[in-house]
Each structure stands twice: as C-alpha cells, then as structure tokens.
C-alpha cells in the first residue's frame, strides 16, 4: 500500500512542477448570500446578519493576511452585492472595474440549529473561467463555527495560489477490450457514450479543481486519434498535446476483461519530451454508467488532485 501512494505522490509532484506567484493577487471577495430554512421560532435576522458580516471580514483579512492576495472593494450596481442578488454579468463587471483578478462568492444555508452548508466558487477574471468550486458544512450557529468556515474558505483560495497551473490535453477514452467476442462484435453504441461521458467527467473535474487548464485538441489531424487508437501509437498524444499548447497529455483507456471485471488506466506524458509522466490506475465492478462514474471520479480525486492539493499545505 506504501509503495502505491508514494507511487501516486511522485507522479503528483511531477505533474504540478512549475513556479509560484511573485505578487499578491489582486482579489474581491462577494458578501455570501445567506438563506435560513431551520424552521427555529425566533427571529434570528439580526444575529445572522452579524454572524455573515464577520464571517466576510474574518475571510478578508483572512485573505491579505496570507500575503498572496490584496484584497480590493467590490461596489455593484445595487446593494446587496451578492450572487444571488446581482445578475452574473454585472458581478463579473464590477470585479473586473475594480482591477481585481480574482471573485471569489458564496452562500450559507442553514439547515437545523447545528447544522450549515456553503457552497464558495472564484473565477478567475482573465480568463473568465472558474477555478474554485467548493462545499462546506461545519456545526454550530456562533462565531466560533462561522471563524471556522471562514477559516476553510482561506485555506482553500491559498492552496489555489500557492498550486501551479500546467496546462492538460485530455483525449478521448479509450476502450481496449478482452472479453469473449469483445473484439469481434466491436464497440456497442452504449459504451461509445459512456466512453464520450468519462472524456468530459474528467476534463470537468480537472479543470474545476483550479490546478489544471483544459487545452482543446484537436486529434483529427492523427490517424490513430482519428480511429481511437492513440493508445497504440507509442505517445504521439503528446506530439498532439504540445502542437495544442499543452504542458502534458493524458489519456485514458478502460480495460475490459469481462463484464464484471475491468480497469481504467490514465497515461499521462510530458507533451514537450514524451516522456511518461505516469500511470494511474484503478480496478472497476460491473459495467455501468455508475460504475465507470466512479471509477473516472476516484482516480483523479484521489491519484491526481487530493495529494497534489496535500502538496501544497
């Protein structure tokens, strides 16, 4: 078991090489929307409407504190200044005109007396993209949960700093399959699709997570990647990869031994050298849309994302 994880921590750190941010970001940071469905007797609008205005001050502060971030005022065109409140344009408007690179926005909805759920989202204004999508749940209705949660907010933004942002060429999967008439009744039309679905779940999930920009790729232009076939090409994703302006290429590939026995592999190369960077694997039950879900959502979860964002604490 130790020699897989260190296994996956090496392929991580390898993947996120690069440099680190020299000046503080320039950041405006949303009041949150904050929404009470606890169905409690009591008036509690002034006590939340307190609890809200320090929780945005504990996450400011928090912010410039960090020294990686300057935390610049954020004026919309009407009051309240929230996402829930202001039209997407308008927000996104009033946080470029004040010079920030960064929104950060949210929400908190209390459920029940001790418990609470947010969700905090940032896109980044350059390349209108989002960046950061975050929940969180923490216990109590007091200061000290509210710090918390203002705390996790922080610790989340500057694990984004302080991450490089390669660039990734993600492909389309691949079906390699061995069962008994696999190769003769050729891919079926339904795990052509899901094949399509497990593309785009990891493209999404990379690119949600704030550490990875999704390079387009066209792979028209190679016979192998015309055919899907780009598993059998000795890496000439990577030649794909780094015409597209791509830092790596990755390619993933479901081994099917019989219905109830497969596997899904990501072969990931250095798109300058074509060097392997890495290969990510996981064993899989059943041959579902759930299951290979699953599978696509394991591994860059916990191969990919989780030990490159430990990586950064």
Request: charged fraction near 25%; proline fraction near 4%.
């Amino acid at each position: 078991m130790l020699k897989h994880v260190l296994f996956a921590a090496t392929i991580v750190l390898s993947l996120m090489q690069g440099g680190a941010h020299a000046a503080p970001i320039k950041i405006a940071v949303a009041d949150f929307d904050y929404v009470d469905t606890s169905g409690e007797p009591n008036n509690q609008t002034d006590k939340h409407t307190a609890l809200m205005t320090m929780f945005m001050r504990a996450t400011r502060d928090g912010l410039t504190a960090s020294g990686r971030f300057d935390t610049v005022a954020l004026t919309c065109p009407k009051t309240p200044c929230t996402a829930a409140s202001t039209p997407p344009q308008e927000l996104l408007d009033a946080a470029k005109a004040s010079g920030a690179q960064l929104l950060v926005y949210g929400g908190v909805h209390k459920m029940s007396t001790l418990v609470q759920s947010g969700k905090m989202q940032a896109i980044d204004l350059k390349q209108d993209r989002l960046v950061i999508d975050r929940l969180l749940t923490f216990r109590g209705d007091n200061e000290e949960s509210f710090r918390r949660a203002a705390a996790f907010i922080v610790g989340e933004v500057v694990a984004f700093d302080r991450a490089p942002i390669r660039k990734i060429a993600v492909f389309d999967f691949e079906l390699e399959d061995f069962s008994a008439g696999g190769p003769i009744g050729g891919q079926s039309a339904v795990e052509t699709e899901r094949l399509k679905a497990a593309t785009q779940q990891t493209r999404d999930l990379l690119s949600q997570s704030g550490l990875f920009i999704v390079t387009p790729v066209d792979q028209s232009t190679e016979a192998n990647g015309r055919e899907h076939w780009l598993r059998k090409c000795n890496g000439c994703e990577a030649d794909l990869a780094r015409a597209a302006g791509a830092d790596l290429s990755l390619l993933g590939v479901f081994h099917k031994i019989s219905v109830m026995e497969q596997s899904l592999r990501f072969l990931v190369r250095d798109a300058a050298t074509g060097e392997p960077r890495g290969a990510l694997q996981t064993d899989l039950r059943g041959e579902t849309d759930e299951s290979w879900t699953r599978a696509v959502k394991w591994i860059v979860e916990h191969r990919i994302l989780e030990p490159a964002r430990a990586a950064q604490k």
